[in-house]
């Protein structure tokens, strides 16, 4: 469907015209006076000097030429020529009824679809989850669901941290606790164990006491090294002991990133491109960009326009080892391959900003990519508790994902429970429900780029700009459309008895309803689920406003009962379509 604005402008363009204006002067926009009007036009003081003559003047001619107008009721020019618009009620109603039949309520899919890879999660194997993951696996996984949305081929693809030093220390530490382990044996030539040697606690528990270690030992750093090398270079137990390391972890981490309703399409990691890195240095070396620095092998990356300084791209280590650049490098040459994408997408840290401009210009460089291929990092800020700093556990250390989680599954049973007779195993349920929108809903709501406070009290609250206000007015408009089915009636029956609206409160909720695919257009053009919160936001509250000021049920006029039914649940359906692209969902009571 065209915007709504796209059509008011058009209707502007050809008054114009016809006032023997040119057309292009006829744009509109939201009114920045809504106690005057609900959209401007500017255009004729923009054409003032062309026409030599004063604004007001083709303010006038204009505003003549839509006297009869089918979509203005009054276009209505004011000093010292702005054109002051409000819509008609008819044309408004006439919108929002055509949202309802309409393929996605109006929102057109992308004409050229686009191959998009979003590299987000990336969590490291064989530790725990960490609020440091929250943001990466949230904003990810809406952003791939906007891109999906709007017709895109989007690929998840979360990069398991699965290859270095870490799988080294581990290997060690299990050598020196079992060393009877048929893995360590290399004259051992059967097969190899089905079950793993360990729990994923035990794993977690192991990592860290290995990297501790080996910072205080040199030697058995030396040996945790040689582990990492046999992995790598391929030497069979440790293959297989590597390969339920993964196995655990995974099925682990399948499990978090479950309850956070997160998922991915590949599970490839660092590991995944691991054979890919000789051939790809040799061609860096060919093609004459990479060369040897005191001893390791870089590329130069600055240009001549850079106002700061921009370190060259390291490629391989003075002892030939590969770093985090390599495996990325190689990762971009892997999917340019196999995926052929038109657009590259990773979400990490914004610390993490500079690493990638120097990845980014150094695969544009060595010709990994298409001139044309779109990289793009979206580098959010930290989540910190209410002192300010990085979101820590009490007791002062890094919080597990789980645990907090659970933490704000257990704030939100209280709030549910809270004076009130409930089915417990309900409850629980939609508590979860619930909490999954406060956690989300509080990061997503936020500028991606931008730090923000880790607030469970606001958070959870069932009033502001929040999740469970969201979810409440969903539950709201349901249980409304609910008592309407149990007096007898269909609701599915009136979906399209959508009418012009019959006062303030109802054409602002239908002003908002037909915002939609223009929202979900910005939200998508800038990668920005926070613009999506933001129209939600702006519905729900108009749905309030209507709702506290009209009488649905009791109202006697069949046909105009009909009429908000249907309205009622077009706004439920935008609601529910949009909270799905921000990766949560409404319970159906709370
Ligand atoms: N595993 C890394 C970490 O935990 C994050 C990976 C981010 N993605 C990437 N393609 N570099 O810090």
Redesign the pocket.
Known sequence: MKKLLELISEEMKNAFEAAGYERELGKVTISNRPDLCEYQCNGAMAGAKQYKKAPIMIANDVAAKLADSSVFEKAEAAAPGFLNLKLKNEFVGHYVKEMRVAKKYGVEEAENPLKIVI?YG???VAKPLHVG?LRSAIIGESVKRIARFMGHNVIGDI?L?DWGQPMGLIMNELKIRKPELVYFDESYTGDYPTEPPFTISELEEIYPFASKRSKEDEEYKANAMACTFKLQSGVRGYRALWNHIIAVSVTDLKKNYEKLNVDFDLWNGESSVHDLIPGMVDEMKKGGYAYISDGALVVDVKEETDTKEIPPCMILKSDGAAL?NTT?LA?ILMRMEQEKPDELV?L?DKRQELYFEQVFRCARKTKLVKPETKLVHIGFGTMNGKDGKPFKTREGGVMRLENLIQEINDEMLRKITDNREVDENEAKQTAEIVALSALKYGDLSNQASKDYIFDIDRFTSFEGDTGPYILYTIVRIKSILAKYTENGQDVEAVLSKIKAPVNESEKQLMLELASYNASMQAAYDELAPHKICAYIYGLANAFNHFYHETKILTEEDEEQKAGWIALLALTRDVLETSIDLLGFSAPERM
């Open positions: 590299d990336g969590p490291n993951h990069h941290g985090y990325d990762t990773y990490t």
